[in-house]
């Protein structure tokens, strides 16, 4: 088949987190499964520009990549990016949107309706009615009425990484057309297992409001001789706000900012620490999660975490209350038994085998895209 993904910002613009890598990585696995795919994207990263060719395919890992400059950043607008869907998007079988609130996903939508080409939508976590609440509530309901309700009214389907995705937003009150759940994969990474430093807690990724972190600073005050490693990009200048909050905690000295790590470090601290912790408020999935599942570290999650389910049916983890005191009791339960620990990381890492590769995850949405195809073409001859 031929698929065209459209998405606002891509590789190498790592600093959007865990969206990024799980649509490369989606779109890579697909190119192994012998479809020709392409992106659609802009060169917006952060306030500064990747540094890429702009028009021109680029090809990383099987995957043709267009670069299109944005003339209104905060929305993503792009009139080039305008002008080659209009020319191309008719020679595609299936086209793939990933976000909402921004206009590539608004462009792509009404340029596949008007060619003729089932599209899906991907909304990555934005549609909760919390995060729509706290960041420009007016803005993004009216541009819901407006906009995404005819997005997705339009749609041939919905593609959400979890149930806890799907059950946000079914409170936002929009269409819903074939809604479907597909989790986001992973590279299974070597089976090695080296020795873990002790009561030594991990957070790894963004440093957001929505994380939980200060819950977590509560919930250690109560665990003595515990250690947290807090690695990822800050944009929202919270860890100056963190630090203080850990100094009157009295466990300053207990708090290490490591920032952005990815690479040699970032596998280090997956593989020494003693286990993950994501204690957040929302998480459409938790790329993370099975980061470190794959790597037999145990996880302690909310249930707002996509992948909680997951983790409590195979007994991966603990699942808890992001309050501070279940929060810390769950932590200092996980630290006080190494044989469940150890057992736990066995749990994860097959768990990860058997549901979460990205050849499995491809072969998945390989068949919801021959699903819409096929769904479009009965529509256009019956027409």
């Known amino acids: 088949m031929r698929l065209l993904h459209v998405v606002p910002t891509y590789l190498p613009a790592t600093r959007y987190g865990g969206p990024i890598y799980a649509v490369h990585g989606l779109c890579r696995a697909l190119a192994a499964r012998g479809h020709e795919v392409d992106v659609f994207t802009t060169n917006v990263d952060g306030p500064r520009d990747s540094d890429v060719p702009l028009g021109v395919p680029v090809a990383l890992d099987g995957v043709s990549i267009r670069y299109f400059p944005s003339t209104y950043r905060r929305l993503y607008y792009s009139p080039r990016m305008r002008h080659a869907l209009n020319e191309l998007v008719a020679g595609y079988d299936a086209v793939h949107l990933h976000s909402v609130f921004l206009w590539p996903a608004y462009a792509a939508a009404r340029t596949a309706r008007r060619r003729g080409v089932p599209y899906v939508v991907s909304p990555r976590g934005m549609l909760v009615p ?17 906009v995404e309700r005819r997005t997705f009214a339009n749609a041939a389907s919905v593609h ?3 149930r806890v995705e799907w059950e946000a937003a079914t409170q936002i009150f929009i269409p819903l057309p074939s809604p479907v759940v597909i989790p986001n994969g992973i590279e299974l990474p070597p089976a090695v297992v080296t020795p873990r430093l002790p009561d030594t807690l991990l957070f790894l990724g963004r440093i957001n409001w929505k994380k939980g972190l200060d819950r977590l600073l509560d919930a250690v005050k109560a665990i003595p001789g515990v250690k947290i490693i807090i690695a990822g990009n800050d944009e929202e200048g919270l860890t100056p706000v963190l630090l203080a909050q850990a100094q009157r905690n009295g466990i300053g000295d207990r708090i290490d900012f490591r920032g952005p790590v990815s690479g040699a470090a970032k596998e280090e601290l997956m593989r020494t620490s003693t286990a993950l912790v994501l204690p957040s408020l929302s998480e459409n999935f938790g790329n993370v999660v099975l980061e470190a599942m794959a790597v037999e570290m145990p996880v302690v999650v909310t249930p707002e975490v996509g992948l909680a389910a997951d983790v409590a049916s195979a007994g991966a983890g603990i699942v808890t209350s992001n309050l501070p005191e279940p929060l810390a009791a769950a932590i200092h339960t996980l630290l006080s038994d190494s044989g ?11 768990l990860v085998e058997a549901r979460f590769t990205w050849e499995r995850v491809a072969s998945e949405m390989e068949q919801l895209y021959l699903r819409v ?3 479009q073409e009965t529509h256009d001859w019956r027409a």
């Open 130 to 146: 919390d995060l729509i609440a706290r960041k420009s509530r007016f803005a993004k309901n009216l541009w819901i009425r407006a």
């Open 160 to 162: 959400f990484t979890a």
């Open 340 to 350: 469940a620990r150890a057992e736990m990381g066995r749990r994860g890492r097959a």
């Open 373 to 375: 195809k096929a769904e």
